[in-house]
């Protein structure tokens, strides 16, 4: 991400700005993704975020240095856990698995804006050649293009780095490895089936797991393995967000 920027043939000028976009993302994706799992919490009944003031959009209360680097320079990262008191939910499970998928599920709203907007902003640029969202679908738009000018690339590069990181978010959240979302789920899902024991294990030791991971995934990244299966999997999620767009356009245009 922020390294492969950096160490690119673009001017100055352009790298400044690509990492102005990319910190802007990250803290607009990583605040409504927390705010979601405090305004679940409070819909089932648990005031606690609320109370800390962590029902909110501002940045500055969800922000995790260590998860923002991971995300600058990895690709995929974390901000500060909403704290949540499940005893408070109406229905244990259900507020559980809700407010636990909330966050996932706000980061892909946030991907399929992002792919919408990057559809509808093809069809009215004449000069549109479908980069950076880099998909054959975009560039066949151009059956359906108005022209009203050349609009800048950067506008098409803010747009997929919206909609890249938020599917990136969400995949990474789904992991099932504790602090993550997907952690949550997993134990609702295979808790009984897997024993106390096993659940236990994974909630003392998640962490490591997790910290492990981000550092192989830096480590192959910095070795020029280019190949990782969460930029992969969110690769391929946001191009079937495109398509689909796409195709609604090419319906009804």
């Not at 000028?13 to 803290?27: D, H, N, R, W």
């Not at 709203?109 to 000069?127: E, I, R």
């Not at 990181?165 to 490895?177: G, H, K, Q, R, S």
Request: contains cysteine; hydrophobic residues 55%; neutral net charge.
């Amino acid at each position: 991400m922020l390294l492969s920027l950096l160490m690119s043939d673009a001017d100055m000028t352009t790298k400044l700005m690509y990492v102005v976009f990319e910190l802007i993302v990250i803290m607009v994706s990583l605040s409504f993704h927390e705010w979601a799992h405090a305004y679940a919490a409070h819909r089932m009944g648990d005031n606690t975020a609320l109370n800390m003031g962590r029902m909110t959009l501002n940045p500055i209360a969800h922000i995790d240095p260590l998860g923002i680097l991971a995300l600058l320079f990895i690709g995929f990262g974390w901000a500060k856990p909403v704290p949540v008191n499940p005893r408070n939910y109406r229905e244990y499970r259900k507020g559980e698995f809700i407010v636990s998928f909330a966050g996932i599920f706000m980061n892909l709203m946030l991907a399929l804006f992002a792919a919408l907007l990057a559809v509808a902003v093809a069809v009215y640029d004449s000069a549109s050649k479908g980069i950076p969202i880099r998909t054959e679908v975009i560039m066949g738009l151009s059956l359906y293009r108005i022209s009203l000018g050349n609009l800048p690339e950067s506008i098409y590069m803010f747009l997929y780095m919206l909609g890249i990181t938020n599917c990136a978010l969400a995949v990474f959240n789904f992991i099932p490895v504790y602090p993550l979302d997907g952690a949550h789920i997993f134990e609702l899902v295979f808790g009984k089936t897997l024993g106390a024991r096993a659940v236990m294990w994974l909630r003392n030791n998640g962490r490591i797991i997790l910290y492990v991971f981000i550092g192989l995934s830096f480590l192959l990244s910095n070795m020029g393995i280019s190949f990782s299966l969460i930029g992969g999997v969110s690769s391929w999620l946001l191009e079937r967000f495109v398509s689909l767009f796409a195709m609604i356009v090419g319906l009804f245009v």
